[in-house]
């Protein structure tokens, strides 16, 4: 597979079909609310059961030779549900940085925290910067969770952020490139994702990745979030390497290779 340096878009032009890869995968673990709301459950036991999901998919992610891993876990626009709500959600991530980092750390997996930390409480920002800093030195499986996380104010923030280095004499706007805007995302440094899968048959971005998105592929599965395993991250990527990326060239067949 065509090496992609970080936030760069491939500058092949022959698409691949049957390829390796993917090297990043993103998904949008969406559709706890119905699985629960099927099985005349409360909501919070779907989300429950989302995180026992997270926890396959993270082990499988390995096994099957991922190098990252993203996933959307609250969205910015998610303060919109109820404050109950909010808090279970809260909660559950306090548990599982405090209870799966642990056994995170020795699966060799590095976490990288995507999103806005301003608003967010001071236990919280710590557990957070606990759990990047943990597993800092660890060389497994990169996993990006995006809490707290739009992309819109990803990209204002980053505009912003070149704008005050230009005011300062630190940047000149004609340096202003895609490599200028990708270094300053919370994503800097980690490889644009190869394919993004929403769950629970939705098919729209709510916010998600949406420069780092420019050349993904993307999937719509229909399977709900707490049933997702290995088998569908499976069943995934081999839809991902039957496509054929061709990053605005010719693919295969019409060049005649
Ligand atoms: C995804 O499941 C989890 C989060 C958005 C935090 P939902 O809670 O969105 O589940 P549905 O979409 O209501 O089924
Ligand atoms: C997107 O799911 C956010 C997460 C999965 C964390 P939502 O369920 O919040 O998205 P919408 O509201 O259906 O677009
Ligand atoms: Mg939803």
Redo the contacts with the bound molecule.
Sequence with gaps: MTAVTPGKIADTATGQAGGAGPVHVAII???????AARRGLP?AE??RR?VEALRRTVRAAAEQGLRYLTIY???SE?WRRPQTEIAE?FSLLRRFVRHDLESLSEQGVRVRIIGERGNLSDDIRALLEEAETRTAANQGLTLVVAFNYGSRAEIVEAARAMARDVAAGRLDPSAIDEAAMSARLHTAGIPDPDLIIRT?GEERLSNFLLWQAAYAEFLFMPI??PDFDGKALAEAIAVFRSRERRYGGLGAVSAGA
């Design positions: 673990m969406d559709g706890n609310g119905r699985w909501r779907g989300h989302g876990s609250f969205s998610n959600l629970s709900l979030w």
